[in-house]
């Protein structure tokens, strides 16, 4: 191992078993990654202290290949006494009562959890520009955003801060930003892991996902967090399962993989993105899988359907915030009234505002059969199109995002266009089906291009063999971003 802050999870954990280094040390390591590597990223919102990170490990039971792996969680997944903001000034200086489930099983097996991950406020965005707090960059271009809103997870694994984050995904957050920064991302299953402890961005598209360097992983991370809880009423009954056992080379005998046509007919498609995805099929079809073409023309109704049904849902789950049993209290208030309007106001950002009113406003008697109702009946149309798609293809194919990372600002003028963000990845959680993004190569410009993987309910296994077949036969997740690559 000659660069630790690239090392796979594999190898720390074998540095770990030789004693060449320690648990101590690796967290020292690690977190010293971010005080001396995240100022031009700003991809952490906090770095515990040592101390403190060391203390959560006393209570470890378990072993796996993650024990003493740190990695970073994104803020909107409850650490018991540590704060859990969203990137809000709403939930700035609220600290968590309770663990989620998904860190407490992290815990149990003595993952050291760093800090907290910058991201998007609540969520809501594609590119981390929405955190109340400040932007975080991608390490390959420190100009161009890292994408979101898990845009803080996916940065410092990109740039080999950390060998492993958590994220969220509701329509995209973590497959977008870990295709723009070069890295893998899992958006599991619904009801796959438990969303107990993760603040409700739309609770019925919402859940947890992995971001890392490598599929093998990702598999480890996602074989940790998965599994039937029952603190959350829609998880599934799903036993804890080892994904690492299904990372083979070959691909299962005749592999059919759908590639989705009009996803690539899709406006503004970048022909370098093309070009990438054509290599990748390229590399399918000499492994043995068979490539079929077909479309599913509900999607194209994708991005409209998740912008109606998420920031429904969003309307509703953020009515909590009232600043009275949770969020930011504005102190001149002179009436409830006041108190409301107030901390509302100065307590949300714009995008949030944004999505609560025309949440409100879809949910409203008059307009919700035109436009939630309508929407919900499009969602359904999408899940039977991908299930009867699943009877003729195991896996379905398509990019996860038209382009290479943007720039700052690039989308000021134009939120519906940065909404087209969503449009490869929200099918995925519109119909509940699991997706990974992987790793494809570079534009032109050297800006990372991730594609995108789609399964059948419960597939994790299969996605996880698929992906890992085709990264054992390329090079991209061996690369670093240039100005992390020399750093120890
Ligand atoms: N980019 C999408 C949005 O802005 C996805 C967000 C997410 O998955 N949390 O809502």
Redesign the pocket.
């Known amino acids: 191992m000659n660069n630790l802050s690239f090392a796979t999870i594999h190898e720390l954990s074998q540095a770990l078993k030789d004693k060449k280094i320690s648990v101590s040390e690796l967290i020292s390591f690690f977190s010293q990654q971010f005080s001396e590597h995240d100022g031009a990223l700003k991809s952490a919102l906090e770095i515990f202290s040592q101390e403190s990170i060391e203390h959560e490990l006393k209570n470890a039971s378990a072993t796996s290949l993650l024990s003493g792996i740190p990695g970073l969680i994104k803020d909107n997944i409850c650490q018991k006494g540590r704060i859990a903001s969203c990137s809000s000034k709403m939930l700035e200086n609220y600290r968590a009562s309770y663990d989620a489930t998904a860190i407490e099983r992290l815990k149990a097996v003595g993952a050291p959890l760093l800090g907290r991950a910058n991201m998007?406020e609540f969520?809501?965005?594609?590119s981390t520009e929405t955190s109340a707090f400040f932007k975080t960059a991608n390490p390959w271009d420190i100009s161009r955003v890292p994408g979101?809103?898990?845009g803080g997870s996916a940065a410092c694994v990109a740039a080999g801060l950390v060998p492993w984050a958590l994220g969220?995904?509701?329509?995209?957050?973590?497959r977008?930003p870990a295709s723009f920064c070069n890295i893998v991302g899992s958006k599991p299953t619904y009801g796959l892991v438990s969303r107990y402890g993760l603040i409700a961005?739309?609770s019925s598209?919402?859940q947890i996902g992995v971001l890392t360097r490598t599929v093998h992983d990702n598999a480890v991370v996602m074989s940790e967090i998965a599994g039937h809880d029952e603190r959350d009423s829609t998880s599934l009954r799903v036993k804890k399962t080892d994904y690492t056992q299904f990372l083979q080379r070959k691909l299962p005998a005749g592999l059919k993989i759908g590639v989705v046509t009009n996803a690539f007919e899709a406006e503004g498609m970048d022909a370098d993105v093309v070009k990438r995805l054509q290599d990748v099929l390229a590399v399918y079809e000499k492994s043995g899988a068979v490539i079929k073409r077909l479309s599913l023309p509900a999607m194209d109704y994708g991005a409209a359907v998740?912008f109606m049904v998420?920031r429904a849902e969003a309307a509703s789950n953020l009515a909590r915030f009232d600043g009275i049993r949770y969020g930011y209290r504005d102190t001149d208030a002179k009436t409830l009234s006041d108190v409301y309007v107030n901390d509302r106001s100065h307590g949300f950002g714009a995008?949030v505002k944004r999505?609560i009113l025309i949440g409100n406003y879809a949910l409203s008697s008059g307009h919700a059969d035109a436009y939630y109702q309508s929407a919900k009946t499009v969602q359904a149309l999408m899940r039977q199109q991908f299930l009867q798609a699943f009877k003729e293809v195991d896996l379905l194919f398509m990019p996860t995002t038209p382009s290479g990372a943007f720039k700052f600002g690039a989308f000021d003028n134009d939120r519906l266009k940065?909404?087209l963000?969503?449009y490869f990845?929200?099918s995925a959680?519109l119909t509940g089906v699991p997706a990974l993004s992987i790793p494809a190569g570079f534009t032109s410009d050297g800006l990372p291009v991730g594609f995108q993987l789609i399964g059948p309910d419960l597939s994790e296994g299969l996605l996880f063999n698929a992906a890992y077949a085709y990264e054992q036969q390329t090079p991209w997740h061996t690369m670093m971003p240039p100005a992390y690559s020399s750093k120890k």
């Open positions: 998007d969520a809501m965005g594609s979101g809103s898990s969220s995904d509701t329509g995209g957050s973590v977008q961005y739309a598209l919402d998740y998420s995008e999505r940065m909404d963000q969503d990845n929200a959680n």
